[in-house]
């Protein structure tokens, strides 16, 4: 598992919203709610974090400390996959809680989707899968911060995205980490 310290090395951008002191999600309160428990390399990415935008693009979705409960019902690319499942565009993907089903944790502003796929039964050894916009699907065999730092430092290219996907130079927006 790549560390947060080697996606910042990717990019640097990113920095300037790393959390002095880092704060702390309620990750038993959370993986009880969601039924599992979820990556280290993701963990440490939200102690770290707040909700990432990259380059007006990307969102990496993290869960915010007092809102854990909130990351896990507010899923509604969750609803999205369930359809496309019913409608049987999934390629063989399947839908989280079902075995082996996509938890999504980061997505893009042109419907690009970035789940995990929950097999093995290791979180640190699940997948990143992508369901492009134009409804390609391609699976990684790396985690969440290993696929971003590959992708940014220009490692992974990630079939169906804008010929601009990553940008020369990717600025980085940090959301509040605050509730209010």
Wanted: net charge negative.
């Amino acid at each position: 598992m790549l560390r947060v310290e080697e996606l910042e090395a990717a990019l640097p951008s990113m920095t300037r919203w790393r959390v002095p002191g880092g704060h702390s999600v309620d990750w038993a309160a959370l993986e009880a709610d969601f039924g599992t428990a979820l990556p280290s390399d993701f963990r440490a990415l939200a102690e770290a974090y707040p909700v990432l935008v990259v380059d007006d693009f990307l969102m990496v979705s993290v869960p915010l400390p007092g809102a854990e409960a909130s990351w896990v019902s507010g899923r509604r690319e969750d609803e999205i996959l369930q359809d496309l499942y019913e409608m049987g565009d999934t390629e063989n993907y399947v839908p989280y809680p079902q075995p082996g089903g996509l938890i999504e944790w980061a997505a893009s502003n042109s419907g690009d989707s970035f789940y995990w796929r929950t097999s093995p039964a290791e979180p640190d050894a699940w997948p990143v899968v992508v369901r492009g916009a134009n409804g390609d699907w391609s699976e990684f065999p790396v985690g969440a911060v290993e696929f971003l730092a590959g992708v940014y430092g220009r490692t992974i290219d990630v079939p169906g995205m804008p010929r601009n996907f990553p940008s020369d130079h990717p600025q980085v927006l940090g959301l509040s980490d605050r509730i209010d």
